[in-house]
């Protein structure tokens, strides 16, 4: 554990002339650098849990020793007067990453980095995992292939400025496996126009094509409570299948837990199992001999 590893820290950067934002903790020789990236209509609050910093990722990663950088999306935050430059996926790709490197600077980076996704920002997480040769591994949580029943529609009709009733029911119910703070809107943000192309080709397109890419270890996880994707073992199965590429794949099933995995009361145990994954991943990761391994 690191000790005084610190509160994450509001960061603002300029890539490419437009101001892109973060919250950071970084500490002196990380063991890797975890990049968490966050889904719709909302921001990069969601992985450092408002009021409530035993549920925060960011703080939990740097405890145990990792450099955590939690995007806000392009769009979102500091550039979100410059959503419309965002329309291309590698215009997207380029600003994330150059926000990585503008804020890690020539600090170390461990053994490389870690990507974390959310919802409809494991979109951008794929993207930029096919786009580097520094990512250790991926999780991924809150997405899938195929809607619920009681989602499709409520989904179909949803836009930036239109948020269809039943909406807030499928992201937050049920209510009781989240803390108080987070139920308030105080983890809200504007959508982003471009999230409505995402959305549209994701499933049926995006996805498939992205995830065979991967060439990184993956875990997929799936909340017992989740009510947007189909997560039955038959829609975990082809979820799976789509990761040919990749080493190792892993399904973590998270009881007692709704959509919104990083801010729900079980958040402690997800953060906990995800710090697990990156350490295996840190260990498998190439270059690394067996001295070099047991000797961090």
Known sequence: M???????????VLVDGVPMSALAVQVPDPRAVI????????SSAYFDCPG???????????AAGFTAIALDRPGYGSSAVYAGEFTDPGRRVAAAAGTIDKILGDSDRGAGLFLLGHSAGCELTLRMETGR?????????????RYTPQARDIIRDATV????????????TPTDLYPAEVLTGALSAPGVAYEGDVTAHWAGRDFPALAERLTTPVQFSVADNEKVWQSSPEALAAITALFSASPRVRINR???SGHNLSV??????????VLSFTEECISDAPGRDREEVEAS
């Open 133 to 145: 040769d520094d990512v250790v591994g991926v999780e991924l949580s809150g997405t899938g292939l």
């Open 2 to 12: 690191t000790a005084g590893a610190g509160v994450p820290r509001p960061r603002v």
């Open 161 to 172: 400025t239109s948020r269809p009733a039943g909406l807030r029911d499928l992201l937050w």
């Open 35 to 42: 990049v968490a990236i966050h889904g719709g209509a909302t």
């Open 254 to 256: 998270m009881n007692d």
């Open 264 to 273: 729900g009361l079980t958040a402690g145990d997800y953060h906990r199992n």
């Open 52 to 62: 409530r910093p035993e549920l925060s990722l960011l703080r939990a990663a740097g």
